[in-house]
């Protein structure tokens, strides 16, 4: 890497373990930046407005005992996509091992500014200020007349954490940063954050996810999907598919990746929990995936409906992880071929949705393949009403307990695949049930002459507190006998 001396304003470079202590600076591109070819012609650089902020930051590195300062304007040759594409993937550590880096917030006039301008500062709503502010041990933060503002980890760590998203325990070093999982860290880059181009919205996360991968300028949009797919060859954190369908999802968009990274806008919720245990499927690989030419191939637990079919992710909410409840899925819709379910991510539930814990007895893994595109696109089913066959009828049995909810809508779901789409349920938008936990129970008749099909439904509650109920067990019986119900299942039923 390059390093400026501080004194003599000279460049050096440094390889391998021969890197002296240094400063790093961190800010916002101004326009009238000083360049590697213009340092290469003193007279040219110092008539240069950028000129100033890199003598500032060498005369604020002797006041701390340290010779050697790096700023990306001038200590990477950019007309070189060799040189660039090391930088970027390199850039990341270079923060990390710095001594200290200065956080140079040029709209902040002097230290004098009120404190809530420095959360509205230019600096927190740039990319690649984040890692900027992740990667250094110590951060200290200095307004346009170089005053000292304060630190991320002492006097600034609640106006930073306000303005990023980023816990405060991330910021003190109480947590590393690697502890937070692909959508926490996701959802700080939706914050607001833009870059120039459009590609490094992916290319400044590189560092964060112990990412490498070559630039591609031109790609677009498809840097973000590039870098997801990387992710995934390497970790198994299955936040990375808890995102929300937003207006801005393109048309026909098929994968469980997300298009951008505002989609993670609202995944700060979720962490990973290892919610469907080994032992609950010994016989079965949960969660193994990887990329093919056909698009995402994975193995996860599928819940059957009557017209699509829920996937089930080991993530669930922050706030239910401790008692562990709650499982997270969305819903696909799709077809079977030879065994594989190929599927599109449906666009509604625009949110993941959770599900209890108990739900898992009802699960089945299977292998899905998320396909790249849909040459005969799939309908996207969203929640709708079912119309009954002949008849419904609804039986409730509850537990009394404190709480109060209506059933908005039911869709019946079905454990096997074998099950036919004659029983059909009318909505129920009426039922008032004075509990907290209890079962539904439904008797559907598909014909006068045919089955009877009895259903124990649970409750389905989306973050954005949208309540749903789906069935997870059926029971069968002859098509003349009247069923007599037992304790077959419970669900949990959660106010919100």
């Not at 400026?4 to 591109?29: C, D, M, Q």
């Not at 700060?268 to 995402?296: C, H, K, R």
Request: charged content about 20%.
């Amino acid at each position: 890497m390059r390093l400026i001396n501080a004194k003599s304003l000279l460049l050096h470079e440094f390889y391998g373990t021969n890197i002296p202590p240094y400063v790093i600076l961190s800010h916002t591109w101004g326009d009238d930046e000083v360049t590697f070819k213009d340092w290469e012609n003193p007279s040219q650089a110092r008539q240069k407005a950028g000129f100033a902020k890199i003598r500032g930051v060498c005369s604020k590195a002797l006041g701390h005992n340290i010779d050697w300062v790096w700023v990306d304007t001038n200590c990477i040759d950019k007309t070189s996509s060799a040189e660039l594409t090391e930088a970027i993937n390199s850039m990341f550590d270079w923060y990390a091992q710095a001594e200290i880096c200065y956080a140079y917030l040029s709209d902040v006039p002097s230290a004098n500014a009120p404190v809530e301008d420095i959360g509205k500062s230019r600096w927190f709503s740039r990319g690649w200020t984040l890692q900027e502010l992740l990667a250094p041990k110590k951060v200290t933060f200095y307004a346009a007349d170089w005053s000292r503002l304060g630190s991320k980890a002492a006097s600034l760590a609640g106006v930073i954490s306000e303005a990023t998203g980023v816990h405060r325990y991330f910021l003190t070093g109480t947590t590393p940063v690697q502890r937070a999982c692909i959508a926490e860290k996701m959802s700080w880059l939706s914050k607001g954050r833009t870059t120039t181009r459009t590609e490094d919205m992916a290319y400044c996360m590189l560092g964060l996810f112990k990412i490498n991968m070559p630039l591609l300028y031109g790609e677009g949009a498809k840097a973000f999907t590039r870098l997801q797919r990387e992710i995934i060859s390497t970790s198994n954190d299955h936040t990375i598919f808890c995102w929300t369908w937003d207006k801005s999802v393109p048309q026909g968009w098929t994968s469980f990746l997300a298009p951008a990274p505002a989609q993670f806008s609202g995944s700060g919720i979720f962490t990973p929990a290892l919610l469907l245990a080994p032992n609950e499927f010994p016989d079965q690989e949960v969660s193994a995936y990887w990329m093919t030419n056909a698009g995402l191939s994975i193995r996860l637990p599928v819940i059957y409906t009557l017209k699509a079919y829920f996937v089930v992710f080991e993530a669930s909410p922050k706030e239910k992880h401790g008692d562990n409840k709650m499982l997270t899925c969305f819903q696909i819709c799709g077809f079977w071929r030879g065994g594989v379910l190929f599927v599109m991510r449906a666009p509604f539930p625009r949110q993941p949705v959770f599900i209890p814990r108990m739900s898992r007895l009802h699960l089945t893994v299977k292998t899905i393949m998320v396909m790249n595109r849909l040459d005969n696109a799939v309908a996207a089913m969203g929640w709708r009403s079912i119309k009954p066959g002949w008849a419904s009828k609804a039986m409730l049995e509850h537990f009394e307990a404190p709480g109060q909810f209506k059933i908005p809508g039911i869709i019946l779901a079905f454990d096997s695949r074998d099950v036919k789409k004659r029983w059909g349920i009318l909505e129920q938008t009426h039922a008032a049930i004075n509990n907290y936990f209890g079962v539904i129970k439904f008797d559907l008749t598909g014909s006068h002459s045919g089955p009877q099909v009895g259903a124990v439904l649970i409750h389905m509650v989306a973050e954005d507190g949208n309540r749903m109920s789906m069935a997870i067990g059926v029971k069968v019986h002859p098509h003349t006998v009247q069923p007599t119900w037992t304790a077959y299942s419970s669900a949990y039923l959660r106010a919100r």
